[in-house]
């Protein structure tokens, strides 16, 4: 039997047929990097940026890859379909995939996917019996086997390194000494070449990347208590009940209330809502998460205030401590995570009131900019001419940093549903940065209030120039994690339907909850390549111009030159093999890749051979 509330109820014939628009192939975008792009430190065993590595993409969670999403796409296959998954896969260079699914039925810590057909090549099983999941794994290259990779994972109670074929490499303890909760995922620091994790209740460790030893004196707490407990869930009790019941088959609650899971995601009653930040050069630490206890007013064990800390790793003979360098207090807290520029000179939050807010490396506001309603998750931190990304509940914001002050240049208008009368469309994941475009996830549905009851969602790509929808395509389910992408541009998504099961619970016609993990699948690959080829370029003609001025910035665009040459290359093989690209054109697209990779192999800027094939990918495809 299905409940409503009253006022929902009389809507609830809202949730028909939200029918996702159509749109005609996108042409090549006008959007083009301008002038030195920030410089791109680069730290081995680090991995390219050929594709998303960890939760946020990279180390200082830009949400930013090197290559270009496909710009035509559908829905493809769903992997592991009972599992609920509320961070994203990660992805080694052969594009296989790596996730954690959160409260599984299985016994297992880490699963592994081809990424043509999303059958699972391994899995690592949960060993010590408590619950896991929430984070997401970490792929460094391995310095001792070029060309290798590991993949990094770290729990609460548990942390362990393992080859691409699922081997292990070690598998420690990790010795913290509360009770087992969340660990949003791992991140690399190079000066003490550690693993790094952090748990919801405070606790830091680090780990030896080579042997999984623990490289700190002890593990390190943050200050914090916990935040507030939040309202409690407005959706009466026999509504909740029902959306347990929808959301059983997917995740393994074992008692735990929906209203603890959405708590979480909203960062009431915890200390750690979110990852963190590593910058490369410093080797500093930028944590978001509750501020000390006494900086509310009262001691009382709940931190009313949220708190930015930046923190560094400090010798202490063979091993290390950890040292608050400063902390910057929000009130109302953030359960932004830190997004750093690549050169970590500047970190990006959005706090509870709708701010986003840059700060300095010494934790002093830069600039406050509204955007109209609180930001969700992390900061998209482009490369390029001061773009930044800001997701609300509504739209994607670009926001343009130009040094002391900040403005909004773009409000995205997600109009890519035929909606009936009382119903809306909204944004439903953060913005993934991509050489061509902006990927985000849209759902459509009914709003109440600041209620979003989503009944059924797609995937797009906006143009980074204005905002406007370049590509969409439906298909289910929704995410509260990130939009990841691999090395072949296809979109993945991992489902966590937490919206959904309430309007299950109370429209009727609702499709039923899809959990696992969701892929969209690259169509004319054409067009991919068109954009890979015109996106390089237009990074070569602008390096060219900068080389005097920005020489450390042009060494980021011959990295990021290859990276597009790479993925032209896979591309063109499998345009050719879908009928995209005859087997002329074919050839022709190889001897332009052969000059590209001989000067870049040569340390020059190969603007002639990009700029002639994108040309004429542009003149026979538009």
Request: charged share 15%; proline share 7%; aromatic share 6%.
């Amino acid at each position: 039997m299905r409940f409503c509330a009253l006022a929902l109820c009389v809507m609830a014939s809202a949730a028909l047929a939200q029918t996702p628009k159509t749109f005609a192939p996108p042409g090549r975008t006008a959007w083009a990097p301008v002038g030195c792009r920030t410089p791109d430190p680069i730290a081995p065993p680090l991995a390219s940026r050929a594709a998303w590595r960890s939760l946020h993409s990279d180390e200082v969670n830009t949400d930013e890859v090197g290559v270009a999403y496909a710009p035509s796409f559908v829905s493809d296959w769903v992997a592991e379909p009972n599992t609920w998954n509320p961070t994203g896969p990660v992805f080694d260079d052969a594009g296989n995939l790596y996730f954690i699914p959160l409260f599984p039925y299985e016994d297992v810590a880490l699963i592994s996917l081809d990424p043509v057909t999303g059958a699972r090549r391994w899995s690592i099983p949960n060993t010590t019996g408590s619950s896991v999941g929430s984070g997401s794994p970490l792929v460094l290259d391995d310095p001792d086997d070029p060309g290798a990779q590991i993949v990094y994972v770290g729990l609460y109670d548990r942390a362990f390194a393992v080859r691409t074929d699922g081997s292990t490499v070690w598998d420690v303890a990790t010795d913290l000494p509360g009770t087992p909760v969340g660990v949003f995922g791992v991140n690399y620091h190079p000066g003490a070449d550690a693993i790094v994790g952090l748990s919801r209740d405070g606790y830091l460790y680090a780990l030896d990347r080579v042997t999984g030893a623990s490289v700190l004196t002890a593990p390190f707490q943050l200050p914090g208590e916990v935040s507030p407990p939040g309202p409690p869930l407005a959706a009466p009790p026999a509504v909740q009940a029902c959306a347990e019941a929808e959301l059983d088959p997917l995740l393994d609650l074992g008692g735990v209330s929906i209203a603890s899971v959405v708590d979480v995601l909203l960062g009431n009653g915890v200390e750690v809502a979110n990852y963190f930040s590593i910058a490369v050069a410093s080797g500093r630490l930028w944590v978001a998460a509750t501020a000390p206890d006494a900086e509310d007013g009262t001691i009382d064990g709940v931190s009313s205030l949220g708190a930015l800390y930046g923190l560094d790793l400090v010798p202490a003979g063979p091993l290390w401590t950890v040292s608050e360098v400063c902390h910057r207090s929000f009130t109302g807290g953030s359960a932004s995570t830190p997004a750093l520029r690549r050169d970590g000179s500047r970190v990006y939050v959005g706090d509870n009131v709708g701010n986003l807010i840059a700060i300095d490396d010494a934790c002093n506001d830069v600039w406050t900019l509204p955007v109209g309603g609180q930001i969700t998750g992390s900061i998209g931190v482009a490369s390029d001419n001061g773009e930044i990304y800001a997701s609300t509940g509504t739209t994607i914001h670009q926001v343009i940093d130009t040094g002391p002050s900040a403005s909004i240049a773009w409000i995205a208008d997600l109009d890519v549903f035929d909606l009936l009368p009382g119903q809306s469309a909204f944004n439903q994941n953060l913005a993934g940065v991509g050489a061509n475009g902006i990927a985000f996830q849209a759902g459509a549905g009914v709003q109440i209030g600041a209620q979003r009851l989503t009944i059924t969602t797609g995937m797009g790509l906006l143009d980074r120039q204005t905002g406007a929808v370049r590509a969409f395509a439906g298909g289910l389910d929704e995410t509260v994690a990130v939009m990841s992408t691999g090395p072949d541009g296809a979109l993945y998504i991992g489902n966590s339907p937490i919206r959904r099961p309430f309007s299950r619970c109370i429209f009727t016609g609702v499709e039923p909850l899809v959990g696992g993990i969701h892929r969209w699948k690259p169509t004319r690959l054409d067009l991919l390549l068109r954009d890979a080829a015109c996106a390089g370029a237009d990074r070569a003609k602008n390096a060219r111009k900068q080389r005097a001025e920005c020489p450390a910035s042009v060494a980021a665009d011959r990295v990021q030159l290859g990276q597009l040459a790479a993925q032209s290359r896979g591309a063109a093989a499998t345009a050719l093999a879908d009928g995209d690209l005859t087997a002329a054109e074919k050839a022709r697209v190889d001897r332009w890749l052969d000059r590209i990779e001989q000067k870049l192999a040569q340390g020059r800027i190969p603007r002639s051979p990009f700029r002639a094939m994108c040309r004429h990918l542009v003149r026979s495809r538009g």
